[in-house]
């Protein structure tokens, strides 16, 4: 009998940021409905609101309650890039909890993925680009205090450089923090990830592939036993923010690559989504459904 891929979803992932607001909220309902639909999945893991406790791991006090209570200034909102309403706190509660408890299943299972998350922009004191909650980062810390885990690697390869990943971890040898992004990309001023690889515009899929292999070598050199796999799709060629020229092959090479080295070397492996905002609406929940696909061909 093969297992069935482990996946986190909650309807909650969806938020009220306005129909015209320029994330597309609505990927994370659509790419549960494709899931099913494809039979990729048959049911989902649902998961709590992650705790206070928790997310003090990663955030500070004053910032989770700002979320919370709604109270956060003018200035921290702005940077969010959401409307500060109650879809949107339950909505970073419920993500954050989501990828911990896929952390959780994956290290029962080896592999497990979530149906959001990869909130990378996110530092210790407040959200930035999208993103409210670290979640990747709380759940590390989780498994870290919990003695889950020993060495965990983040592996970002959203065309956005994890400046909020790099800045909470930057003094701690128990977390690797790679990211691989475009140089021309949010943020302009990038922070100093243990591993950080920038790409120029316009980068295809055979240049891009030649690098990460290059890069999964140094990787492979390090000890982890945990891996988070942040699978931004901003990377493809129609994306409207990410500037790189990455085809659905080149992504599916890529996932196939990172998914495949870490299997074979029996590490668990979270995967989130990160980030993609394509043209094409139903092409993006496609292309985020490579991660989930691949994940299950694996388990
Ligand atoms: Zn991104």
Same mark, same amino acid.
């Given at each position: 009998m093969t297992m069935e891929l482990p996946v986190v979803n909650h309807? !909650?992932?969806? %938020? &009220? $940021? *306005? !129909?015209?607001?320029?994330?597309? $909220? @609505?990927k994370f309902g659509e790419l549960a409905n494709y899931l099913i639909k494809n039979k990729v999945v048959t049911k989902f893991y649902k998961p709590y609101a992650c705790s206070f406790e928790t997310l003090k791991y990663a955030h500070s006090e004053n910032y989770i309650s700002n979320i919370k209570n709604k109270s956060l200034d003018k200035e921290g909102i702005k940077k969010i890039g959401?409307?500060?309403v109650d879809s949107v706190v339950k909505r970073s509660f419920i993500a954050t909890g989501g990828t911990v408890l896929a952390a959780k299943l994956a290290i029962h299972c080896g592999i497990a993925c979530n149906?959001?998350? *990869? #909130?990378?922009?996110?530092n210790f004191f407040g959200g930035s680009g999208y993103c409210v909650f670290n979640d990747i980062a709380v759940a590390t810390k989780y498994l870290l205090n919990r003695g889950l885990a020993r060495r965990v690697l983040l592996l970002d390869l959203d065309v956005h450089q994890g400046n909020g990943s790099a800045d909470i971890f930057?003094?701690?040898? @128990?977390v690797f923090t790679f990211s691989m992004h #475009? &140089? #021309? @990309?949010?943020?302009?001023k990038k922070s100093k990830s243990d591993l950080d690889v920038e790409l120029k515009d316009n980068m295809e899929d055979k240049e891009y592939i030649e690098i990460l292999k290059i890069n999964l070598k140094i990787l492979n050199q390090e000890k982890f036993d945990f891996i988070f796999y942040i %699978? *931004? =799709? !901003? =990377?493809?060629? @129609?994306?409207?923010? *990410?500037t790189l020229k990455i085809s659905d092959e080149g992504i599916k090479l890529r996932d196939e690559l990172i998914i495949q080295n870490f299997f074979n070397n029996k590490i668990p492996l979270c995967g989130v989504l990160g980030g993609g905002y394509n043209k094409d609406f139903n092409k993006l929940v496609e292309l985020h459904s490579i991660l989930h696909k691949t994940c299950a061909k694996y388990i």
């Open positions: 309807e !909650d992932y969806f %938020a &009220k $940021i *306005g !129909d015209d607001h320029k994330f597309p $909220i @609505n959401f409307p500060l149906t959001a998350g *990869g #909130s990378h922009h996110a930057k003094d701690d040898k @128990n #475009s &140089k #021309s @990309n949010y943020p302009a %699978a *931004g =799709v !901003d =990377v493809h060629y @129609n994306d409207r923010l *990410g």
